[in-house]
């Protein structure tokens, strides 16, 4: 067994934790992994099994508000490498960034093994080059797996590759009541994957109408969305209200969740809650749709905005996601929602 390994995974927190099999493999060979990321995924981060702690940097090549590239910002990191003096590092990316900037920190921070995905050329950057198929539609789960495992490591015994966050998670029962519930998730990180916000409100009142308990979650800046729609559903508002720690644990008590193409859908994914996704296709739903649980994906996955990454949607009316009536996601929810019980 080695010592100290690195993994870097600098994006947001959903890809963080698509990213925990490939860091539990890391985990089973080595005495310590150590995460970098960044803002926003350390949270995520401190929840996977196999971290012992997390290293935050702000990655101006990756962060979609990347700080300038200076001196003193490289510097920073090249120290608390150094300092943290690991043996190897790995570094995980999607399909669309370059690994060989953060290597080539990396190197000057004297890592003596570095292993990445690249299909550019990385002359001495990289110890262990991974060249796949960037036009295979592979689960970003499943393609960070690829590379531990060309990197010597391998999930143990009885570890089944799936989503999982470390445990036990906090008590939330006072702020949604006993499990069983359906959560909604309306906010995301980019306009481009976002369901109308009426057609949230009309969800949150059908399933009340139709006997289901909602419980409506989202972040600090969401609050006056998230108000609006537990309002229409008579639902618990934890808009802005919990931790990382505390989302899992609710999501963990639901029968299932709704939720965009976003962090909280991987969340509901890594404590074994269906989701039914509202999966705006400006990435490939086989990529990062909600991976190792049951799922449904809503969605026009062959609009005009397909594959093209997009934040903002660039077709008027944005049809692929404002084309989904709210009855349509109520009979997902009927059927992939997975009976949970209170535990006496």
């Known amino acids: 067994m080695i010592g100290t390994v690195l993994v870097a995974r600098v994006d947001n927190a959903g890809d963080v934790l698509l990213a925990g099999p490939a860091i539990r493999a890391v985990a089973a060979g080595a005495r310590e992994v150590v995460l970098l990321a960044g803002p926003h995924g350390r949270a995520a ?5 196999g971290v012992s702690r997390v290293l935050e940097w702000r990655t101006p090549w990756i962060d979609p508000e990347p700080p300038p590239v200076n001196e003193a910002h490289i510097a920073r990191l090249v120290e608390d490498v150094r300092r943290l003096a690991p043996e190897q590092a790995l570094i995980l990316t999607s399909f669309h960034q370059s690994p060989l900037p953060l290597a080539l920190l990396l190197r000057l921070a004297g890592v003596p093994r570095i292993s990445a995905i690249s299909t550019d050329y990385p002359g001495s950057l990289l110890d262990v080059r991974r060249v796949v198929d960037e036009d295979a539609d592979v689960p970003e789960a499943e393609r960070m797996l690829g590379l531990a495992a060309q990197a010597g490591f391998g999930l143990p015994p009885g570890d089944d590759g799936r989503l999982a966050v470390r445990r036990p998670l906090p008590e939330v029962g006072h702020l949604t009541g006993p499990p069983g519930y359906v959560v909604l998730h309306p906010g995301v990180s980019a306009p481009a994957r976002a369901w109308p916000a009426q057609s949230w409100i009309r969800l949150a009142a059908e399933l009340s109408a139709a006997g289901e308990r909602v419980v409506v979650t989202g972040g600090p800046g969401e609050r006056e969305l998230t108000a609006r729609i537990a309002a229409a559903g008579d639902a618990p508002d934890l808009g802005g209200g919990t931790t990382m720690a505390e989302l899992a644990a609710v999501l963990d008590g639901a029968g299932a969740v709704v939720a965009a193409n976003t962090g909280p859908a991987h969340l509901a994914a890594a404590v074994g809650t269906p989701v039914v996704s509202l999966f705006a296709p400006v990435v490939p739903a ?26 903002v949607c660039p077709v008027p009316g944005h049809p692929c996601l404002s084309s989904v009536p709210s009855q349509r996601v109520v009979e997902e929810v009927r059927r992939v929602a997975a009976p949970k019980e209170a535990v006496v």
């Open 45 to 49: 981060g401190e929840l996977l099994p």
């Open 286 to 311: 086989a990529r990062w749709a909600p991976y190792g649980v049951r799922s449904a994906v809503l969605g026009d996955q062959n609009a005009p905005c397909r594959g093209t990454r997009a934040r």
